[in-house]
C-alpha cells in the first residue's frame, strides 16, 4: 500500500499537484476515518457520552490555537519564500517549534490547574492524559513546515497508514459509554506516532541545519507569527466558545447534537482544505517572485472552490436527514434540523478561506484579517446568548451562520478596496525587493485586464 501511494503521487506532473494530490489522499483517508468511527462512538457512547467526548474537543481546540500561534499561516508564508535559502529557513523554524514546545508547557499547566482549581473541570478529569496527549500532538508535528517546502507529498503514504491504524483500535476497544478519554487517547497516541515519523525523515533528509535559536531568533517569531494570533483568538471567541456557551446553557447533549451537526459541515471544508493548504505557500511564492502568474492560479483556483463547496452546500441541505442516519443513532434527529441551518456554510467559509490564506496573507493585510475578525467575536458575543437562550442548538447554528456572513462580505470589500489603491506590494522580511516582482506585476495584470 505505502509504495502504491508513493508510485501514485510521484506520477503526477508538477510539485504543487504533487502535493495536492498528496494532502488530498490524507484528507480522504481521515474523512474515512471518522466516517466509520463517529457512527461507533455516538451509538457506544450514548448521547452523554459523545457530548462530555465533544465537549472536551472543545477545551482540546482552546489549546490548539494557543500552541500553533499562526505558524500554520505566517510561518508558512515565510518557509514558502525561504525555502531556497536553508539556512535562514532553519534559523525560522527551530525559533518556531521552539515557541511552540514552550506554548504546549504552558497549556499543560493551565489544563492542570483547571482541573484542580475549577469545579466544573472535576467532571472531565477521566480525560487528563488524553487531553495532554493531544496538546502535545499538537505541536510535535512540524506540518507548518512541510507545506510550507511542498514537501507533505513524501510522507503521505506513513500518514496514511497511521491514520487507519486508528480505527481498529477503537472498534475493538471503545464499547462502553465511559470509553470516551480511551478513544481521545487512541487518536492522540496515532498523532504522535505520525509526529514522530515525520521527524525522523525531515533528519535523514537534512532538510534543517538543527540549532539552538537566539534569544532575538525568538523575539522575532514570536510577534512576527503573532501578529495574526489576535484575528485566531478572534475566530476562537465565535466558534469554540459558542459550543461552550451552548453547553453551559443548554446542557451536555446539546453540545453533542451540535458537534455533530459541526463535523459533518465541515467534510466539505476538508475536502477542499488540501488544495488550499498546497497553494496558499505557493500563491505567497509567486506573490514574491511573479505576481501575474499568481492571479492567474488564484482565479482559478476561486472558481474550481466555489463549484465544489457550492455543490457541497446543496447536497448538505437536501440531504441533511439520510447522512445523519447514517452517522449516528435515532437519538440524534435534532442534528438532521442543525444540519439543515450549517448547510450554507461550506461555501461561505470557503470563499473567506480564498480571501485570508490566498489574497490577504501574501499581500501582508493582517490588519484587515484582524479587524474584521475583532469585530466578529465581538458581534458573536452580542448575539450568542440571547440566540442560544431562545432557540437553544439552533441558536448557535444561526450566530456562527451570521458571523462567518459578516467575515465573508467584509474581507472581500476591504480587500477588494485595499489591493486596487495599493501603491507598493508588501514584501515578506528577509526578502530584498526584485525588478519585476511586486506591485509592477500588479500593475501589469491590471493593464491587462483593461
Not at 500518514?159 to 486508528?166: D, R
Request: aromatic letters at 10%; glycine letters at 6%; proline letters at 5%.
Amino acid at each position: 500500500m505505502l509504495a502504491f501511494t508513493n508510485s501514485f503521487i510521484r506520477k503526477l506532473p508538477f510539485k504543487m499537484v504533487q502535493n495536492v494530490g498528496a494532502l488530498t489522499i490524507v484528507q480522504i483517508t481521515n474523512y474515512l476515518v471518522q466516517l466509520v468511527s463517529l457512527p461507533w462512538l455516538t451509538r457506544h457512547l450514548g448521547n452523554e457520552g459523545w457530548g462530555h467526548y465533544a465537549w472536551t474537543l472543545v477545551i482540546v481546540e482552546y489549546f490548539t490555537i494557543l500552541i500553533n500561534w499562526s505558524f500554520s499561516l505566517h510561518g508558512v508564508r515565510k518557509i514558502a519564500i525561504l525555502q531556497t535559502d536553508r539556512t535562514a529557513l532553519s534559523r525560522v523554524f527551530c525559533a518556531g517549534w521552539t515557541i511552540q514546545l514552550g506554548l504546549v508547557l504552558l497549556s499543560t499547566l493551565v489544563w492542570g490547574c483547571l482541573l484542580t482549581a475549577v469545579p466544573f473541570f472535576e467532571s472531565f478529569s477521566p480525560y487528563t492524559l488524553p487531553v495532554t496527549a493531544q496538546i502535545f500532538a499538537t505541536a510535535l508535528f512540524p506540518v507548518w513546515l512541510l507545506v510550507g517546502i511542498e514537501r507533505m507529498k513524501d510522507i503521505a503514504a506513513i500518514q496514511i497508514l497511521i491514520s487507519i491504524s486508528s480505527l481498529p483500535l477503537i472498534l475493538l476497544l471503545v464499547d462502553d459509554p465511559h470509553d470516551g478519554p480511551l478513544a481521545m487517547g487512541i487518536v492522540a497516541g496515532c498523532k504522535i506516532a505520525g509526529a514522530i515519523v515525520a521527524i525522523m525523515w525531515i533528519v535523514q533528509q537534512k532538510i534543517i541545519l538543527w540549532q539552538w535559536p537566539t534569544r532575538n531568533d525568538l523575539r522575532v517569531e514570536f510577534l512576527e507569527s503573532g501578529s495574526l494570533f489576535i484575528s485566531r483568538v478572534a475566530v476562537a471567541l465565535y466558534t469554540i466558545l459558542i459550543p461552550t456557551l451552548l453547553g453551559t446553557l443548554a446542557g451536555t447533549i446539546m453540545v453533542g447534537y451540535y458537534v455533530l451537526a459541526d463535523r459533518i459541515r465541515k467534510i466539505i471544508t476538508l475536502i477542499l482544505d488540501p488544495l488550499s493548504q498546497s497553494l496558499a505557500p505557493r500563491i505567497s511564492h509567486l506573490f514574491a517572485h511573479d505576481a501575474v502568474r499568481a492571479w492567474k492560479q488564484l482565479r482559478f483556483y476561486a472558481a474550481l472552490v466555489l463549484m465544489i463547496s457550492g455543490a457541497g452546500s446543496i447536497v448538505l441541505w437536501l440531504c441533511a436527514e439520510k447522512i445523519v442516519s447514517l452517522i449516528a443513532s435515532d437519538g440524534f434527529t435534532e442534528t438532521v434540523i442543525l444540519l439543515t441551518w450549517f448547510a450554507p456554510l461550506p461555501l461561505i467559509t470557503n470563499i473567506s478561506l480564498i480571501l485570508s490564506r490566498q489574497l490577504l496573507i501574501p499581500f501582508g493585510l493582517y490588519k484587515i484579517i484582524n479587524g474584521v475578525t475583532l469585530i466578529a467575536a465581538f458581534l458573536s458575543l452580542t448575539i450568542a446568548i440571547p440566540l442560544i437562550t431562545l432557540y437553544g442548538a439552533k441558536g448557535a447554528v444561526m450566530t456562527v451562520l451570521t458571523v462567518e456572513t459578516w467575515i465573508t462580505t467584509a474581507m472581500g470589500i476591504m480587500a477588494w478596496w485595499k489591493i486596487s489603491h495599493m501603491k507598493t506590494l508588501p514584501l515578506s522580511p528577509n526578502r530584498p525587493r526584485t525588478p519585476n516582482t511586486a506591485m509592477e506585476q500588479v500593475n501589469v495584470t491590471r493593464s491587462v485586464r483593461r
